[in-house]
């Protein structure tokens, strides 16, 4: 008899309201060490915190795509630009704010 292998999770990070937006849609998980597949930026938040997010999320095997906000993407550009693997695949999405306000 054949298992079904188990889907990979979509990991994201941004604003609170877009990271919310995609926790009611259904996206949050915590992983079996009770680590979240999302990170929540605001303008306290460090760049070098951000950094370490993305990084986490991709050497995590359980995470299949990573969703970063676009204005978030541009604070850590050479991060963002230096990951050249396919799983997971990292995805800008729009911000709904512009650069100069983010994360108010």
Request: charged share 20%; proline share 3%.
């Amino acid at each position: 008899m054949t298992h079904a292998a188990k889907g990979k999770l979509i990991a994201v990070i941004g604003d609170e309201d877009t990271v919310v937006g995609f926790l009611l849609g259904g996206v949050g998980e915590l992983n079996k060490q009770r680590h979240p597949n999302f990170f929540v930026v605001n303008k306290n938040t460090a760049v070098s915190e951000i950094e370490e997010a993305f990084k986490l999320f991709c050497k995590r095997d359980d995470i299949g795509i990573i969703l970063i906000s676009q204005n978030i993407a541009e604070m850590i550009r050479y991060v963002v630009d230096s990951y050249h693997q396919t799983i997971p695949t990292v995805l800008e999405i729009p911000s709904k704010v512009s650069e100069l306000t983010c994360c108010g």
